[in-house]
């Protein structure tokens, strides 16, 4: 009798772990495979139809484009959708792909026909840029001196742009309509203040400095344009610092004020 119940204990028990290895309606899917026969057939380089203008070029998993300063980008494809790993991850659905033809939607919902380039001579709009592309970056060490008055006492300002290399990488769009990835780079700044010899302020500044007053995904597309003497008055002496997207109209300024005792307030310019 004990033999039996034993017997019926482990057959219950095993039926329970079998039960609980079934998959459910709501369990998690495996996630897609990769289309790999679609991701050999995209090799090469592509042209655009009706620009007749040499779109990207794929190699291995990875896409590279013909100007100097968008970044290469590794890239996937998944029933029927590329998947471009940038910044961002963008998927862009296909419309039509075979041995010579690659047709997709960009980012506006136009279909984009590319065409497998023949031309010999197109293997050389990638020949140094595939390896090192162009960041873009003004580059320039800026320096200002200025004296400014309040009440009978001068104070000495001195404003250094120093350039750095701390990658900002900014999305944008080229002539097909696909988001690329280029590179800038952000700058720290440096304040002092002086009151004759005696040293009222300094300090380096980094764009991090002002995550408070700028929104963080602006911030993380921004670089630390500059800071501009304003004026001094009874509050301390006021600059305009600008945190801006390169290459765009976009910019914050934030007062950056400093007391004649040194203190710092930072506020969102009107």
Partial sequence: MKKMKRTLFILFVIVLVMGGCRKRPGDRQDAPREDVAAKKMLQGIWVNEDEEDVAFMAKGDTIFYPDSTSQPVYFQIFNDTLVLHGANDVKYPIVKQAAHLFEFKNQNGDVV???????????????????????????????????????????????????????????????????????????????????????????????????????????????????????????????????????SPSSYVVETIISYQGKLTLKLAN
Avoid: W
């Avoid at 320096?143 to 290399?165: A, C, I, L, M």
């Avoid at 009222?200 to 670089?223: E, T």
């Fill in 113 to 247: 026909k590319l065409t497998l380039s023949d031309n010999p001579y197109d293997k050389y709009v990638f020949a140094s840029n595939a390896k090192r592309p162009q960041a873009l970056n003004q580059n320039q060490l800026i320096k200002r001196d200025s004296v400014v008055s309040f009440e009978g006492e001068k104070y000495h300002s001195y404003v250094q742009v120093n350039p750095t290399t701390y990658k900002v990488v900014k999305a944008s769009y080229n002539d097909e309509g696909v988001e690329v990835d280029n590179v800038y780079y952000d700058n720290i700044i440096h304040i002092s203040l002086y009151k004759g010899a005696e040293k009222v302020f300094s300090r380096d500044f980094h764009k991090q400095d002002f995550a408070r007053q700028v929104p963080k995904d602006f911030l993380r597309q921004g670089i630390l344009n500059d800071i501009l003497l304003v004026k001094a008055d009874a509050a301390g002496v006021h600059y305009n610092t600008m945190i801006g997207i390169p290459d």
